[in-house]
């Protein structure tokens, strides 16, 4: 049994990131960090060793999790539980549950089309603007200009 294993290909093996790529690039983005106080941002061939700490931050949370045993093999999700002790504060996952109800989609705004959503609102506000003679009264004279 290895006593040291990369820490892209362990994080890929628990399920923590769908692909080996995806577990690389968060790494080679420094979201992800081995240990407590003197966090170390986690190159993805640094390796990692049972009863070490792996924070993983995948915006909005930051997941926490204890090495319990090593594998480089993908693993059932049933598995997983045997090889990580997750110690992510409930804070975290109460984070998580206020996005999700608020509906927050995580898009810059200005970014992309509209959704149907966005959509309906924009109709239903610009309907309203001119059902209610919302308009704005431009003033076109000029006296007020400087001729230099």
């Known amino acids: 049994m290895k006593t040291e294993v990369r820490i892209d290909k362990w994080i890929w093996a628990m399920r923590i990131f769908k692909t080996r790529t995806l577990a690389t690039d968060a790494c080679k983005k420094g979201r992800v960090s081995i240990g407590r106080d003197p ?9 990692v060793k049972v009863g070490d700490i792996v924070n993983v931050r995948k915006p909005p949370i930051t997941y926490t999790f204890k090495v319990k045993a090593l594998t480089e093999n993908r693993l059932g999700a049933k598995l997983v539980p045997e090889y990580l002790e997750n110690l992510t504060p409930q804070s975290q996952y109460d984070m998580l549950d206020v996005i999700r109800i608020s509906g927050f989609v995580d898009r810059r705004k200005g970014l992309g089309r509209p959704t149907k959503r966005e959509g309906r609102e924009l109709s239903k506000f610009t309907q309203e603007a001119f059902e209610n003679d919302f308009y704005l009264d431009w003033d076109d004279d000029d006296d007020n200009l400087d001729d230099d």
């Open 39 to 47: 966090e170390v941002i986690a190159k993805p061939s640094r390796m």
